[in-house]
């Protein structure tokens, strides 16, 4: 059987930012290129893995350390996986990274809290904002912007097909992923 190497690409960044449209690409890529993967959607891992946490602080770092968990469990085993959760702090993006260590590279979809605001895809923006949702990151709770992401996909000026050509390039240039 063809060996596949594991890593994780880890999304962060804000609600709408486009972390969960880049995914679905990119999975459809690395599929179509023989690549078996699993993704851990924090909407998806919110109704399931992590069902009953909210939004705060604990809970949130919570919700985190239980998605690198998994990531972890799998990457190791030549798994590749596609974590895409806002994880607002630093720091427990940071533990993640310590845990997996070359396995892991970060992804930072970038977009300012106007585009994504301004984009609404779940209305979410306007319940924070009339004040409905309490915690929405961004707007009431603190996002901590990557420092020296592996990797920064800007999405208002990009389309998300080539965010995730971006992306593949640096799998394929850092060797994670054979050149198709
Ligand atoms: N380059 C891009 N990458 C990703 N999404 C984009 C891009 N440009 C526009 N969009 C749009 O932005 C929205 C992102 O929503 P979503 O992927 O659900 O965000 P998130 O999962 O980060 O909350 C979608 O409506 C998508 O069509
Ligand atoms: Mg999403």
Excluded at 14 to 43: C, F, M, P, Y
Excluded at 79 to 105: K, L
Excluded at 107 to 128: H, I, P
Aim: aromatic share 8%; charged share 30%; with cysteine.
């Amino acid at each position: 059987m063809a060996e596949q190497r594991g890593f994780t690409l880890w999304f962060t960044g804000l609600s709408g930012a486009g972390k969960t449209t880049i995914t679905n690409v990119l999975v459809k890529d690395l599929i179509q290129r023989g690549s078996r993967l699993e993704v851990l959607d924090g909407d998806v891992v919110r109704e399931n893995l992590s069902k009953g946490l909210g939004f705060s602080k604990e809970d949130r770092d919570t919700n985190i350390r239980r998605i690198a968990f998994v990531a972890n469990l799998l990457s190791r085993n030549g798994v590749p996986v596609i974590t895409a959760a806002i994880s607002p702090y630093r720091a427990i993006r940071d533990e993640a990274r310590q845990m997996m260590d070359d396995r892991f590279i970060e992804v930072y979809a970038k977009a300012s809290v106007e585009v994504c605001e301004e984009r609404d895809t779940k209305g979410l923006y306007a319940k924070a904002r009339s004040g409905e949702i309490k915690e929405f990151t961004g707007v009431s709770d603190p996002y901590e912007e990557p420092i020296n992401p592996e990797i920064t996909v800007e999405t208002a000026d990009q389309s998300p097909e080539e965010s995730a050509q971006q992306i593949l390039t640096y799998l394929e240039d850092h060797h994670f992923i054979s050149k198709s």
